[in-house]
């Protein structure tokens, strides 16, 4: 097997833990590198542990850094921007600030995150996809439905793999009929946020959903493992960019998701 980390550009955040993490959020991270793709252009997971969580608080006190929410919104009615989508994600991010804002150990009892809390961020091909444990679902959803509801934006129930996942429509070209929505699914402490097309088929969404198992993955072929191998890295955080892989979705778009959902 050829080993793709040679080919990437790496970014890492270096970390040092002494003690062992818990088997739930260690089974949780191995769960979110089976349904990542292998062919990602962009992906980094860790966990983050009450230790290091405790640390933060320390570290940042109950001046925890807030105000994006307020300079993006700032900046968009500066260009006269008014958008659905993009206002539901400010309020999304105006949320996430506010609970924030007490202190980092206020934020993940809010969100209700896993004490030992395994998360993954990715792309899909151009599709990113968020994954967090959780202990429940309910803070997150509550979240993303407050904030559909302060931008207008409808939220509807779609069947995939046979399990119900609630999706909201977040712009639709109206010339091309070409939709961008997102939709949020959460099963066995694992909670999964995925935009999708009306171009992707219900096999591809229920693969980004963690609904359907996927051949060749970040976990399959071995990727992040051998960052962290290469490296000396813990689990707490690690990651990569692959720039070959950026390149070839361009000049070869058969070659990998990012350049075969482009040329869609």
Same mark, same amino acid.
């Given at each position: 097997?050829?080993?793709? @980390?040679?080919f990437?550009c ?12 818990s088997?739930?959020a260690?089974?949780h991270?191995t ?7 292998a ?5 980094f997971d860790? @966990?983050v ?5 405790q640390?933060?608080g320390k570290y940042?006190g109950?001046q925890?850094?807030?105000?994006t ?5 700032e900046?968009?009615?500066?260009e006269g921007?008014e958008n ?7 309020n999304v #991010?105006?949320?996430?600030?506010e609970e924030?804002?007490?202190?980092i150990?206020?934020?993940f ?5 896993a004490d030992d809390t395994?998360?993954?961020i ?7 996809v968020i994954r ?9 959803m ?9 931008s207008?934006i ?12 609630k999706?909201w429509l977040?712009?639709e ?7 961008l929505?997102?939709?949020?699914y959460?099963a066995?402490?694992v909670f999964t ?8 088929s219900d ?5 980004r959903?963690?609904?359907a198992?996927r051949?060749?993955s @970040?976990?399959?072929k071995?990727v @992040?493992?051998?960052?962290r191998?290469?490296?000396?890295l813990?689990?707490m955080?690690?990651g990569? #960019?692959d720039?070959?892989g950026?390149l070839?979705?361009?000049y ?6 990012l350049g075969q959902?482009?040329?869609?």
């Amino acid at each position: 097997m050829k080993r793709k @980390i040679a080919f990437v550009c790496v970014t890492l955040m270096m970390a040092f833990n002494t003690h062992a993490f818990s088997k739930k959020a260690e089974k949780h991270l191995t769960n979110m590198q089976r349904h990542a793709p292998a062919d990602s252009v962009l992906y980094f997971d860790g @966990i983050v542990d009450k230790k290091t969580r405790q640390a933060l608080g320390k570290y940042y006190g109950s001046q925890y850094p807030v105000g994006t929410a307020a300079t993006l919104r700032e900046a968009l009615a500066q260009e006269g921007v008014e958008n659905p989508a993009f206002e539901f994600f400010l309020n999304v #991010i105006e949320r996430m600030e506010e609970e924030a804002a007490p202190g980092i150990d206020h934020f993940f009892k809010a969100m209700q995150l896993a004490d030992d809390t395994a998360s993954a961020i990715y792309l899909d091909g151009l599709m990113p996809v968020i994954r967090v444990s959780v202990k429940k679902p309910d803070a997150l959803m509550a979240m993303l439905e407050d904030a559909a509801e302060q931008s207008e934006i409808q939220a509807e129930e779609k069947t995939v793999a046979g399990k119900k996942v609630k999706t909201w429509l977040l712009n639709e070209d109206q010339e091309s009929k070409l939709s961008l929505s997102l939709a949020a699914y959460s099963a066995k402490g694992v909670f999964t946020l995925a935009t999708y097309t009306s171009k992707d088929s219900d096999d591809a969404l229920a693969q980004r959903l963690a609904l359907a198992k996927r051949k060749d993955s @970040i976990a399959s072929k071995s990727v @992040i493992k051998d960052v962290r191998n290469n490296y000396d890295l813990t689990l707490m955080s690690a990651g990569f #960019i692959d720039l070959l892989g950026l390149l070839k979705g361009f000049y070869d778009p058969s070659s990998n998701l990012l350049g075969q959902q482009a040329k869609a």
